[in-house]
């Protein structure tokens, strides 16, 4: 069983058991072949092994010169440390697939800087049509996109099966998340982040609606060792690694949240009452602290999205 953590910092990940500093990145082993790269924006996931390296995102742009040499670093390590028998095994870097979560500038904003490598970069369709209309050159886009709600990027890649989910209206209306199937790894892109409260979009297709939607579809995913903690690891948007009871605890808080402000609408109270009633307030020292994505700000998302869905007009 994997042991809770209660604060999470990129100092404390790098004195933690098994994490190390790569390039100013840190990298934390997750699970077999499976890392975490953070400090680059939004968290990466790394798949990597004898058949290549498979990213999940490609963060922000401000680190996106420092991922590639991070990843290569850790591919190198990986083979390294093959049995002898393994050793004659191809040992060229190549990065094969970079998977998508959001179109968001943290998750999409390095795509342009790890184009050269030439990798594959899956995503949403809807992905691709919002950074198009936002005027991102094409370096910057994805070059495979998908359709519906799943596709399998790889029956068998570095011993993976790997499907892109798509969670929609969550965030955004392109949201996915990666479930790599025989380590048990769920990377849930922006729709899980514990750091924050969830940052729901309505001018790009979120609600709270489908945020609470998508919390439940991994809950349906994941699976717990004993005493609902353990088993299947997540890879959250920001932070450490979970756990399915962390994941359970967040989607508990984001569906109170819902049903105060919902109560609320209900009451016909404006969108000024409902901030002065505070229905954050129990989480707020936690997931409160961003001053990017404040609780006003999330209030005013959930109210904005609950008023949409009733027809009411927004005050």
Known sequence: MRPLLVVCCLGFWIASLGAQESGGLVVEPVRDNIYLLAGAGANITVSAGEDGVVVVDAGGTQRSADV???VQRLFRDVLSKRAPSDRDAPTRFRLRYVLTTSGLPEHAGGIAAVAASQPVVVAHENVLA???DEGVPTAG???LTYFGSIMKVSQWLNGEGIELLHLPAAITDGDSVVHFRRADVIS????????????IDLAKGGSIQGEVAALNRLLELVVADAGSEGGT????????ICDVAELSNYRNMITMVRDRVDDMVKKKMTLAQVKSAKPTEDWDARFGRNAKWTPDMFVEA???SLVKGDGRAAK
């Open 68 to 70: 590639i040499p991070a």
């Open 233 to 240: 690891l997540i890879v959250p948007a920001h932070g450490r």
């Open 302 to 304: 959930v109210y904005g």
């Open 188 to 199: 849930t892109g922006a729709i899980f982040d514990i750091t924050q409260y969830p940052g």
């Open 141 to 143: 886009l994805p070059t």
């Open 130 to 132: 919002r950074l198009s």
